[in-house]
């Protein structure tokens, strides 16, 4: 039997998608009613329909074979150029579908067409009107979009006209008497799935110039050929920006009214007072008249040179205006992301909307509830990172980067009760609580009006001097297409197919190096040509290029087809083509292995069920209070003392009520001047307790992240407690009044001789278990130089309070006594840090914070700052690159520790190295055998490297001009890489495989492998070797990894199994080796040479336990110089920060980065 003819995919789309000629019905120019004679009324409007449609293919896949060249088109539907059939009388032309031949694309209607292209109507006029342009955009049920430009112009009615019926004379049944002078209007619409508006207009424009001088026979000629062309035009991928609307709806930004194009009201509600006034700034500072704007350039008198001239001035204003769009939507949604659950893709819209003031409250309810703010949500649980979350990560204050680092709850800085304080009178702060007084008599601040004189309106008095946009416009770059001379005559198509190419490629050849997102367009349309030409593997190799230019422009489904299209014979070619290969892996075969990913959208919701454990875990994580498990689960056994272990609904309720109202009780702290003037500008008050009278006056003990003091009454001031750091005893007591007992909190600290005393009552014990946890959290993070203690502590003591809120008196001291984690483990297991590691630790940090479990930290890399001169200031800080697992990399401004950016993938797989290349890329090799390359100005993932076949284990970097990376996976294959244009210039492969680590040293490359450490030459000639049997006879072990000391002329190794260290003389490998013995280790990870030291990494005892350990070993003395307990977890990764620290990151047992001075 005969194979079965593949399937063949769908063309992308040319720059046409239909044209179609539009004119007066031939029964609408019957009668008397035409003529416009004297004294004759205004004319009845005439009928529009569709005379012709023109869609592509224009030249079919038989004519390309009869002409004995390659099929033109690889479409599922054959698709025609139809013109309609003129000579069959109809009756109601075009009242039902179109004939079978005419193949109409998706969201064009051919039936409400000529209302579109005659928006006012259609008249024939004694002289003839001037051509005129608009606009379409159609809209199918799904909102799927097609573009159309209609022009429209005007015929003489002739007596000869054959316009209707491809006759030589038209023979009308009537009398055609007085129809001279008439001007009949058609119209031609061409529709494109982009919106190109101005190009089409520009083609339009040219084809008028030959539809005004041709004859009528000759039109459809003309508008096919000119159709014809049009198709023939590759389309390069389109922007990210997308606008919907469900009509046409204007607004007038000098006056803010509103007004839509129907007759329906439109009800819309005002934009927040804030986010508003600041848009209309910034719009007001614009120079929106080009004439006033250049009026200081001279003239152009080369047409091509004005018209650059003029596009460059739009371009550039149209940036500042989307800039000044797009800050609105931040201004405007850049909370969201406070109450969204990544975890569980929940969104707290309940609380959001409570965060907002109430005169904003009908527009964000009202926008809730839209089809677009669900998908802005979608792209915010899924951490996209677009324009809109670049622009509130560069535009975000410090306070909120630090806010990202932290697991305990948000409050309010004094810094912003102080800006609360001193803001401007006109605006309206955010307040949690529901009640706000006399908030109608606030008056809403007059805008400043509309400058008629075109003079740049001053807003220095608005405080809005930052608000003026520097912002440039993107570049952009010109393709000229080659000449389409015949596009109906298939030899003349294959000729400019081929032309294309070549076009194509020269101007590819003629790019920097740098120029990879231009590149990637050329890449994009460069297969797209090969594929209307028939050239589906060259299209392939087009299409894979992309991931090394700009994978975000990747056409998988287009490529999925290509590859279903393909024939026996040319599957099994591209079958021999490595590239081609993996692609086809890549985007076929692991396609339907690949998980579909969830991008559901839940609104938050109280239980209504009974809880059990993982339940609870699930609702009190959506819910925002906590994501920390190991926290929830001692939350759980809080809520259940002595009842079964499960929480029912209104337990529950009554606990979410307690942490609100108190979330909204801190909002609401209200400090004096005097007051704030004695605390730091990061400290939050936390908790206030009653006022009760105390041994150093009457007022109530506020507790902040740093001290407890007292605030005091009548006159308000503030009086010192203590800072938790000074606390040095702690005690819940009770003072005789008459014949009562009054319980009194105790507190001791290093400074004072005189106690503290405070007349608490009720309070009494629960303010002994937070000031307890809290001196605890302090102690643990002073000895372990990790803050992320006294933030748990901190989550730990608001729990508390809140447990103690919910659940009935007599017992609820004892419940929320469950949640004080660290004042028992300071009571359980004393245990010292070790002296030497306390010297040398200088800070933790916990990448990752706010999530629920810690994630290993497989890889570090540390980037110095101001590589770059095209970074900007605030970027060019130094930079910490944290791998977690699953491919996940945070990265932390090194200057102050803060996240600059919480999380992006490179894939989903386990990172296993990271290098950085030509000082503005990031290398990330993954498990998964693909190289991730991190643009660092965008901080986005767009390039792949997929040369690899096994896991990429690690990479280096030979400096040069340009660098060259070298990379090596699992099977023993190491590929050399120009950095610049991210192409192989070598690869060898090393038998045996296992290939786990690569160096560079004097111009050679060393590798490890798990029986060998070898050297070679760029070119993968042997120059030497060390193996391991010949070392180690009588035992059986591997190689882990290595480190090349090149002063010393050594070679450092740690084996599997061993607990030491072994060193080799580079001149001599045959030489017994030394061994430096690491006491107490029982598994070696990682190594780095710092200075004249070799740091290890790996496990250890340390008190009687395994822990992480680091042993720091003089490489010329070839001792241990130090031993540092580094972590609970093993130490899986080492990096050195300019040889002046060295950071350590640990597993998912505690997930943590250490920071430890380098001596």
Not at 44 to 50: H, Y
Not at 191 to 207: E, G, I, M, T
Not at 428 to 446: F, G, K, T, W, Y
Not at 482 to 511: G, N, R, W
Request: aromatic share 8%; glycine share 6%.
């Amino acid at each position: 039997m005969a194979e079965a003819a593949p399937p063949h995919p769908a063309l992308p789309s040319g720059l046409l998608e239909l044209c179609a000629l539009l004119g007066p019905s031939r029964d609408s120019l019957r009668g008397p009613e035409v003529s416009l004679k004297k004294g004759v009324g205004s004319p009845s409007p005439l009928e529009p329909e569709v005379l012709s449609v023109f869609v592509p293919p224009f030249v079919t896949k038989e004519d390309s074979q009869t002409a004995g060249v390659p099929s033109a088109t690889l479409s599922k539907t054959r698709r025609r150029s139809f013109t309609k059939k003129r000579d069959k009388p109809k009756t109601e032309p075009w009242k039902g579908l179109p004939p079978e031949d005419a193949s109409v694309p998706e969201g064009v209607d051919l039936l409400a067409l000529p209302q579109l292209c005659f928006p006012g109507g259609m008249y024939v006029a004694s002289e003839p009107k001037e051509d005129c342009v608009h606009f379409l955009v159609l809209t199918d049920v799904c909102g799927n979009r097609t573009y159309g430009a209609v022009v429209q112009y005007c015929r003489p009615l002739r007596d000869d006209s054959c316009f209707y019926n491809g006759k030589a004379h038209w023979e009308p049944s009537w009398r055609t008497a007085g129809v001279a002078g008439c001007f009949v209007p058609f119209a031609v619409c061409v529709v494109s799935k982009l919106p190109y508006y101005n190009a089409l207009k520009d083609c339009l424009s040219c084809l008028l110039t030959h539809l005004k001088l041709c004859k009528d026979f000759e039109v459809d000629n003309h508008i096919k050929d000119f159709a014809a062309k049009l198709s023939l035009i590759p389309s390069p991928p389109p922007g990210p920006l997308h606008l919907e609307a469900d009509g046409l709806i204007l607004i007038n930004m000098d006056n803010g009214s509103v007004t839509c194009s129907g007759d329906r009201e439109v009800d819309v509600p005002d934009i927040p007072l804030l986010a508003a006034h600041t848009f209309i700034q910034r719009i007001q500072s614009l120079r929106l008249h080009r004439e006033l704007d250049l009026a200081h350039l001279g003239a152009s008198t080369d047409l091509n040179e004005g018209r650059a001239r003029r596009r460059a001035w739009q371009q550039n204003l149209n940036c500042q205006v989307q800039h000044a769009a797009l800050q609105l939507l931040v201004g405007i949604f850049r909370e969201v992301k406070n109450h969204l659950n990544y975890e569980h893709r929940v969104f707290n819209s309940e609380e959001f909307l409570k965060t907002r003031a109430p005169g904003d409250q009908r527009f964000y309810r009202q926008v809730l509830d839209t089809y677009m703010f669900h998908s802005f949500l979608k792209a915010r649980l899924s951490r996209r990172m677009d324009a809109f979350a670049q622009l509130d990560l560069h535009t975000q204050s410090e306070e909120d980067r630090l806010n990202g680092m932290l697991v305990s709850p948000r409050r309010p800085t004094i810094e912003k009760m102080t800006s609360r304080k001193f803001s401007p009178p006109h605006i309206v702060h955010r307040r949690m609580v529901v009640s706000m007084p006399n908030l109608q008599d606030i008056a809403i601040p007059e805008l400043p009006a509309r400058n008629s004189s075109l003079r740049q309106v001053d807003t220095t008095g608005c405080g809005s001097g930052s608000l003026a946009l520097s912002v440039s416009p993107k570049p952009t770059y010109t393709f000229k297409v080659p000449e389409i001379h015949f596009p109906l005559v298939s030899q003349c198509v294959q000729a400019y197919y081929a032309d294309c190419v070549a076009q194509l490629t020269k101007a590819m050849s003629l790019l920097a190096p740098d120029s990879s997102v231009l590149l990637a367009r050329y890449f994009y349309l460069r297969g797209a040509v090969h594929l209307m030409h028939g050239q589906l593997l060259d299209a392939l190799l087009d299409f894979q290029s992309l991931y090394k230019t700009d994978i975000r422009i990747f056409p998988a489904d287009l490529v999925r087809r290509t590859v279903r299209s393909l024939s026996g014979p040319q599957r099994a070619q591209a079958e021999r083509v490595p590239e081609l290969r993996r692609l086809i892996s890549e985007v076929v075969d692991k396609a339907g292995e690949a998980a579909k990913p969830d991008d559901r959208v839940k609104n938050f919701e109280l239980p209504k069920q009974h809880m059990q454990l993982d339940d609870f875990v699930r609702r009190v994580q959506e819910s925002g209070i906590v994501k920390d498990t190991d926290t929830i689960h001692r939350l759980f056994e809080a809520l259940t003392v002595g009842h079964q272990k499960q929480i029912d609904p209104e337990t529950f309720k009554d606990f979410y009520s307690c942490w609100k109202e108190a979330e909204a009780a801190a909002q609401e702290v209200s400090l004096p001047p005097s007051v704030m003037e004695h605390l730091d500008k990061n400290e939050c008050v936390y908790k206030l307790s009653s006022s009760v009278k105390t041994n150093r006056g009457v007022g109530k003990i506020a507790m902040t992240q740093k001290r407890l003091f007292l605030l005091t009454e009548g006159r308000p001031g503030y009086v010192e407690i203590s800072t938790f750091r000074n606390i040095e005893e702690v005690r819940s007591t009770t003072v005789a009044f008459l014949l009562l007992r009054i319980p009194t909190l105790k507190i001791k600290t290093v400074s004072k001789k005189e106690a503290f005393e405070a007349n608490l009552k009720t309070e009494c014990d629960l303010w002994h278990l937070m000031v307890k946890e809290m001196w605890a959290g302090k102690k643990l993070a002073d000895d372990h130089k990790d803050p992320q203690y006294i933030q748990q502590a901190l989550t730990h003591v608001l729990l508390m309070d809140a447990v103690v809120g919910t659940l009935p008196s007599p017992g609820a001291i004892y419940a929320a006594s469950k949640l004080s984690y660290f004042d028992r483990m300071k009571n359980e297991m004393p245990t010292a840090v070790p002296k030497t590691t306390s010297e040398t630790l200088k800070h933790k940090i916990n990448p990752s914070a706010g999530e629920t479990l810690p994630h290993a930290v497989d890889v570090l890399l540390y980037t110095p700052g101001h590589l770059d001169p095209a970074e900007k200031v605030e970027d060019a800080h130094p930079k910490l690159w944290c791998a977690l697992s699953e491919g996940k990399v945070t990265v932390f401004d090194a200057s102050s520790w803060a996240a600059h950016q919480h999380c992006f993938r490179a894939g989903n797989s386990q990172v296993n190295c990271m290098v950085m290349a030509e000082q503005n890329q990031v290398w990330v090799g993954s498990e998964d055998s693909v190289i991730y390359i991190i643009n660092v100005h965008s901080m986005s993932c767009n390039k792949q490297l997929t040369d690899h076949r096994s896991s990429v284990t690690d990479l280096a970097v030979q400096s040069g001009t340009p660098s060259k990376v070298y990379s090596s996976s699992t099977d023993g294959t190491i590929l050399a890489w120009n950095a610049s244009t991210l192409r192989v210039t070598n690869r060898f492969q090393l038998p045996g495989g296992r290939l786990s680590s690569i160096s560079l040293h004097d111009g050679c490359l060393w590798c490890c492998t798990g029986n060998r450490i070898v050297a070679m030459t760029s070119s993968g000639l042997l120059c030497q070797e060390l193996r391991i049997s010949e070392n180690f006879k009588d035992i059986s072990t591997s190689f882990l990894s290595f480190q090349l000391l090149p002063e010393q002329e050594q070679l450092w190794a740690a084996c599997a199994g061993l607990d030491s260290i072994y060193t080799w003389s580079l001149k001599d490998l045959t030489r017994r080796p030394q061994a430096v013995r690491l006491q107490d280790c029982s598994e070696v990870t990682c190594m780095i040479t710092v200075k004249k030291q070799i740091w290890v990494g790996g496990t250890g005892l340390a008190q009687g336990k395994s822990k992480g350990k680091i042993y720091v070993i003089d490489a010329e003395r070839k001792t241990v110089e130090k031993e540092l307990v580094a972590h609970v977890d093993t130490v899986k990764t080492l990096c050195s920060a300019e040889d002046r620290y060295v950071l350590s990151g640990s597993g998912r047992g505690e997930g943590k980065i250490a920071i430890w001075k380098v001596e």
